[in-house]
């Protein structure tokens, strides 16, 4: 009985490290994601479904963005490109949020009205994921 106690401790005490050490990920992810963006992630969700990002693109985090006609934006700050033509740099991604055809002229994504400083908070939601 005490093997299994002190076994309990142990699992327990590596999930609660485990859940800290990822937390710590996290707000690192977001504060970085923050500094290089001059956005704000938590402003993003209402801004995403606004301006109907959710309809086309899959976006982790964002409930019913489950769109299949863009390209998923999960994982987004480790892809090279953005839209398959501009650097994933900071500038860059806002500069293709804002507008795709200024980019791209053939993109299939359209222009949907989000200024610059909306583009922003979505370009730093979708760093910090």
Do not use: K
Request: glycine residues 10%.
């Amino acid at each position: 009985m005490r093997t299994l106690i002190v076994a309990a401790v142990i699992v327990s005490t590596v999930v609660a490290a485990t859940a800290f050490a990822v937390e710590r990920t996290r707000e690192r992810t977001e504060r970085v994601a923050r500094a290089i963006t001059g956005g704000d992630p938590e402003r993003a969700p209402e801004l995403i479904r606004r301006y109907g990002c959710a309809g086309c693109h899959t976006i982790p985090g964002i409930p019913g963005a489950d769109g299949v006609v863009g390209p998923s934006l999960a994982g987004l700050r480790q892809r090279v490109y953005v839209g398959g033509v501009a650097r994933n740099a900071p500038d860059d991604l806002v500069r293709w949020i804002v507008s795709p055809q200024a980019v791209s002229p053939r993109s299939a994504m359209p222009a949907t009205g989000i200024d610059e400083a909306e583009a922003r908070h979505v370009a730093a939601y979708l760093y910090a994921q």
